[in-house]
Nanobody, 117 residues
Framework: QVQLVESGGGLVQPGGSLRLSCARS????????MGWYRQAQGKQRELVAA???????RYVDSVKGRFTISRDNVKNMVYLQMDSLKPEDTAVYYC???????????WGQGTQVTVSS
């Protein structure tokens, strides 16, 4: 059974940085995509950053140039480096891994990121 566990969230001042980690246990034969989503209070969940199995990355416009998604295939880890954080980045961040383009894939439990002075 595949499980994803996020870590690295917390409280940070505007302009600060955090690195989120997503640890995967369980076997996945092929990865279609991996991504980080976020859901702010009262808002819908949105895709923040994604990486295809081949390494192509894309970001939501609001985080371009500030966030970087990466992976470590040996350690079965996915990361999200977040720099120049803004209060509007405050949300619960979720890790997602998909094996195909049809179903929603696997989700972690989420980690809270709060950007506030």
């Amino acid at each position: 059974q595949v499980q994803l566990v996020e870590s690295g969230g917390g409280l940070v001042q505007p302009g600060g940085s955090l690195r989120l980690s997503c640890a995967r246990s369980g076997r996945i034969f092929s990865i279609y995509s991996m991504g980080w989503y976020r859901q702010a209070q009262g808002k819908q969940r949105e895709l923040v950053a994604a990486m295809t199995g081949g390494g192509y990355t894309r970001y939501v416009d609001s985080v371009k140039g500030r966030f970087t998604i990466s992976r470590d295939n040996v350690k079965n880890m996915v990361y999200l480096q977040m720099d120049s954080l803004k209060p509007e980045d405050t949300a619960v961040y979720y890790c997602n891994i998909r094996q195909n383009s049809i179903d929603g894939g696997y989700w972690g439990q989420g980690t809270q990121v709060t950007v506030s002075s």
